[in-house]
């Protein structure tokens, strides 16, 4: 985990100064051009839907505790589009942080209740950092195709109680797709579709029966849409949304018989923001 977050911190340094020495492409629509060289500072509203689910090692089948609310937070990110190496290439880094209370639905220990006798808040912390390449392809007059790879990882560190603290973290990759129109002066919409794995998932905790359990990965989807408004030729207003899902797999049980079940989490993500294009 060290080694991805040193990965990304050199990747966004490298971003940062990129536009010093990067020559800007000629070939590109120049309000998506504007668009894609800047920075920015954005809130953002995280819907967190969580659910672990049973019927593994004696466990009832069915819903076993849920986590749904949502956390507002804030995200700083850096974009540059330049002709460096294949023409058109399109850099990103993004890190966001979240934190809020999410409503949580469970069940009492050591009793047949089931799903929904304990109701209850937990807190949450959602860290985010992730680095994409791509390369820009222009499709119309005004428009424009951006296939990219991206690495990244995600920490969500969760209080069910004021004694009882979990950490769930993965990293992931895959592929995307960007595209981008134009289609009056000024204003620029996309709509982004990510697919990739998530790998060295885990969860850990302060609960001495189990303090660390490595999780099955799975696949990571991801849309999103949004528009850029150029306010002025430095200043941009941006808003998007975007819909992410993967999940945990069930880990090994330890010595005490205690393991972490399967689950799944669908995060809806609202932002609004600020730019400085360069």
Partial sequence: ???????????????????????????VPSDILAANNQYTLYLQNTKVDYAET???????????????????GFGL????????????????FDFNYSTGHTGYIGSLQHSNAG???????????IYNYSFRYGKGISVLKQSMLTPYVEIG???WERGLSATQEETYSHNYAGFGLLLQTAPVSKLVLD?????????????????????????????FKRYGVGADYAFSQRFHGKISYSHESY????????????YEPNSTTK????????????
Wanted: with cysteine; charged share 10%.
């Fill in 77 to 92: 990110s850096a974009s540059s589009m330049s002709d460096w190496a294949l023409g058109n290439d399109y850099l990103q």
């Fill in 54 to 72: 049973g019927g593994s090692h004696g466990a009832a089948p069915g819903l076993a505790d849920t986590e749904n609310g949502n956390i507002g």
């Fill in 267 to 278: 995060n809806s993500i609202y932002r609004v923001g600020i730019g400085y294009a360069f």
């Fill in 247 to 258: 999940s945990y797999g069930i880990s090994g049980v330890n010595s005490y018989g205690y």
């Fill in 1 to 27: 985990m060290r080694s991805l977050h040193f990965t990304l911190s050199i990747c966004a340094a490298a971003l940062l100064s990129a536009p010093v020495f990067a020559a800007r492409s000629s070939t």
């Fill in 153 to 155: 990882h995600h920490r």
């Fill in 191 to 219: 709509a982004d579709l990510f697919y990739g794995r998530t790998f060295q998932s885990k969860m850990s905790t302060n609960q001495y029966t189990l303090t660390e359990a490595t999780l099955g990965n799975s696949s």
């Fill in 115 to 125: 799903y929904g006798s304990l109701v209850s808040s937990s807190t949450a912390d």
